[in-house]
């Protein structure tokens, strides 16, 4: 710095730009790198770790028999954004999962999720808790459906093509 009648005049000298990347070249491919790749794959790991379970009991039965769907009752747990709807339609496919019938035509599907609606409607919707509800009820509405005229069928079938299951 020299002094002059207009005030100090400052030199060129190397600032924080010239120090950092004297740093950076010194110690990022050493320490800094490693660290962060590392912190890459342990994130990703736990992402994508699948859920620990509980080895399962093998005198219990996963999937109920045909005696057990009479009397069978099942809850879920409701998550935040949940609404009847998006329950309802999970309540058909997990049952359709576990009936596996080819037969169950869209409009089927959504008469049942409708009707399975006004049922669960009664139950409030907290997020954290459960919601239950009877397969055979599930049941008596997927197969209720071949009781409607042929034009309440067309009718629930028109709806069902605009519905994403």
Do not use: C
């Amino acid at each position: 710095m020299s002094d002059s009648k207009t005030g100090p005049i400052f030199d060129k000298e190397p600032g924080w730009g010239h120090s950092v990347s004297k740093w950076l070249n010194r110690y990022l491919i050493t320490h800094i790198a490693p660290i962060l790749i590392g912190a890459l794959i342990i994130g990703l790991y736990v992402r994508y770790l699948p859920a620990r379970k509980s080895p399962a009991d093998p005198t219990v039965s996963t999937s109920p028999s045909p005696t057990d769907q009479q009397t069978a009752w099942t809850s879920d747990a409701i998550r935040r954004g949940d609404s009847y709807t998006s329950i309802a339609r999970a309540i058909v496919n997990r049952v359709l999962m576990i009936e596996q019938t080819g037969t169950i035509t869209r409009g089927a599907r959504l008469y049942a999720e409708t009707k399975l609606v006004q049922d669960i409607k009664a139950q409030p919707l907290v997020v954290g808790g459960t919601l239950s509800y009877s397969q055979p009820a599930v049941f008596d509405y997927l197969y209720g459906f071949d009781k409607l005229s042929p034009a309440q069928k067309a009718k629930w079938e028109s709806y069902a093509r605009y519905i994403k299951f």
